[in-house]
Nanobody, 128 residues
Framework: QVQLVESGGGLVQAGGSLRLSCAAS????????MGWFRQAPGKEREFVAA????????NYADSVKGRFTISREYAKNTVYLQMNSLKPEDTAVYYC?????????????????????WGQGTQVTVSS
C-alpha cells in the first residue's frame, strides 16, 4: 500500500508561483509513474501532468504546458509540481496519484483509471 500526502497549496495572486509536493510512503516509489490532477468547483477532475518512473518522460495538459513543471526526487520519495504564471483558472484542488504498473520507461499516464493510489488533495487558489 502506498500513501501520498500533498502539500504546498495556498492563495496566490495571478502571475505568481507555487510549488506543490507529494510525499510517498513505500519502497517502490521509484517504480511508479506519478501524476498530478486537479478539480475545480463544479467540474470534473482533469489531468495536469505526469512523469515516468524513470523520470525521463513528462506529459502535460495543454492548459499548463510551458507554465508547470513536474519533477521527482527519488531520495525523498517526492514528486513536485512547480507552477508559474498562475491564472485564476488554475484554481482547484490538486491531487497527486501513483500508478503501480510501471510500464515502459516512457509511460506517463493521463487517465484517472490508470492510477491506483491518490492523495487527499491540496487547495490552490489564484486571485485576479
Amino acid at each position: 500500500q502506498v500513501q501520498l500526502v500533498e502539500s504546498g497549496g495556498g492563495l496566490v495572486q495571478a502571475g505568481g508561483s507555487l510549488r506543490l509536493s507529494c510525499a510517498a510512503s513505500g519502497r517502490t516509489f521509484s517504480t511508479y509513474p506519478m501524476g498530478w490532477f486537479r478539480q475545480a468547483p463544479g467540474k470534473e477532475r482533469e489531468f495536469v501532468a505526469a512523469i515516468s518512473w524513470s523520470g525521463g518522460s513528462r506529459n502535460y495538459a495543454d492548459s499548463v504546458k510551458g507554465r508547470f513543471t513536474i519533477s521527482r526526487e527519488y531520495a525523498k520519495n517526492t514528486v513536485y509540481l512547480q507552477m508559474n504564471s498562475l491564472k485564476p483558472e488554475d484554481t482547484a484542488v490538486y491531487y497527486c496519484a501513483a500508478d503501480r504498473e510501471s510500464g515502459s520507461i516512457y509511460s506517463t499516464p493521463r487517465k484517472e483509471f490508470e492510477y491506483d493510489y491518490w492523495g487527499q488533495g491540496t487547495q490552490v487558489t489564484v486571485s485576479s
